[in-house]
Nanobody, 127 residues
Framework: QVQLVESGGGLVQAGGSLRLSCSAS????????IGWFRQAPGKERELVAV????????YYADSVKGRFTISRDNAKTTVYLQMSSLKPEDTAVYYC????????????????????WGQGTQVTVSS
């Protein structure tokens, strides 16, 4: 298993930016796809973005496409989520998670495919 720790959350005004970091320890990060999920109060957890082990395969939810960018630095064992043009509806606890469930370029979209999770970091966007 890989251990994950998120950081970078906070309070920001609408239109602002934040960068979340997901630091990994344990097994080699390049063996895992890393996803960022979020969960707002009273809502289901949703996948925001996921990047494959090599960094070349990426998926974004429609709600964040064009505003969020996921990237990874396997040498630093860190995955980033750059969030720009933030909206109040982006307010949630953000989690990073690791998956080795799919081979090659395939990406895991379901939370059930992720075996390791971080503790979460709160992002609050004020209007």
């Amino acid at each position: 298993q890989v251990q994950l720790v998120e950081s970078g959350g906070g309070l920001v005004q609408a239109g602002g930016s934040l960068r979340l970091s997901c630091s990994a320890s344990g097994r080699a990060l390049r063996n895992y796809a890393i996803g960022w999920f979020r969960q707002a109060p009273g809502k289901e957890r949703e996948l925001v973005a996921v990047v494959g082990g090599s960094g070349s395969n990426i998926y974004y939810a429609d709600s964040v496409k064009g505003r969020f960018t996921i990237s990874r630095d396997n040498a630093k064992t860190t995955v980033y989520l750059q969030m720009s043009s933030l909206k109040p509806e982006d307010t949630a606890v953000y989690y990073c998670a690791a998956s080795d469930s799919r081979p090659g370029p395939l990406l895991p979209y379901s939370g059930a495919e992720y075996g390791s999770w971080g503790q979460g970091t709160q992002v609050t966007v004020s209007s």
